[in-house]
C-alpha cells in the first residue's frame, strides 16, 4: 500500500478501491475508477510496485474470493479495505519508522515534489495526480527555493 501511495501519489482512498481488476500486468498499467475528481485515469505500473505486488499475492494476502486488491489481515479476514484500514497501517508504519503519526498525504505530496525536481513538467504531475488545476499541483510540488538559487547562473556584468 505504502509503494502506491508514494509511487503512484495515490490517495488512501484510491489504494481502499483498487481491484485485482484495475491492474494490467500486459500494459504495466494500473486503473484508478473511484477518484475524488470521478475521473477515471490510467497509470504506468513502475516496475518496483508491480514486483511488490506479486510478492503480496502470491504470498502476503489472505486467500479470499474478494476481487479487492488489498485486503483484511484479521477478522473478518479477507474482507476489502476501507479507507480507514490503510490510514491506520500507514500511521503504524510511519510510526515504526520513527516518522510519527503525520498525514499520509505527506507522501503525495512527496511524490509530486521529486517528479518536479528530476523536471518533470507541473501538467504532466497534475495529470499523474488527477488535478484539474495546475495550481493544485504548483501547491504539491513545492520548490525548493535553495536548490534553485544554486542552480541559478549569476546575472552577467555589463561589458565596458
Known amino acids: 500500500m505504502v509503494l502506491c501511495l508514494c509511487l503512484l ?3 488512501t482512498q484510491e489504494v481502499a478501491t483498487l481491484t485485482m481488476n484495475d491492474v494490467d500486468w500486459q500494459r504495466l498499467t494500473v486503473h484508478l475508477r473511484c477518484t475524488k475528481q470521478r475521473r477515471e485515469r490510467t497509470l504506468p505500473l513502475p516496475p518496483k510496485l508491480g514486483r511488490a505486488l506479486i510478492d503480496y499475492l502470491r504470498r502476503g494476502r489472505p486467500k479470499t474470493n474478494s ?3 488489498f485486503v483484511r489481515h484479521r477478522a473478518p479476514l479477507g ?3 476501507q ?3 490503510v490510514r491506520g497501517a500507514m500511521r503504524r508504519a510511519f510510526e515504526r519508522c520513527g516518522i510519527g ?3 499520509i498525504h505527506l507522501l503525495r505530496h512527496t511524490f509530486a515534489t521529486r517528479l518536479h525536481r528530476k523536471g518533470v513538467g507541473l501538467k504532466a504531475i497534475a495529470d499523474l495526480l488527477g488535478h484539474g488545476c495546475l ?3 504548483a501547491g504539491y510540488a513545492r520548490i ?3 536548490e534553485l538559487r544554486q542552480a541559478a547562473l549569476p546575472w552577467p556584468e555589463r561589458q565596458r
Open 9 to 11: 501519489g495515490l490517495r
Open 83 to 85: 479507507v480507514y484500514h
Open 79 to 81: 474482507e476489502a479495505l
Open 144 to 146: 525548493n527555493l535553495d
Open 101 to 103: 503519526a503525520g498525514r
Open 67 to 69: 476481487r479487492a486488491l
Open 135 to 137: 495550481d493544485t499541483t
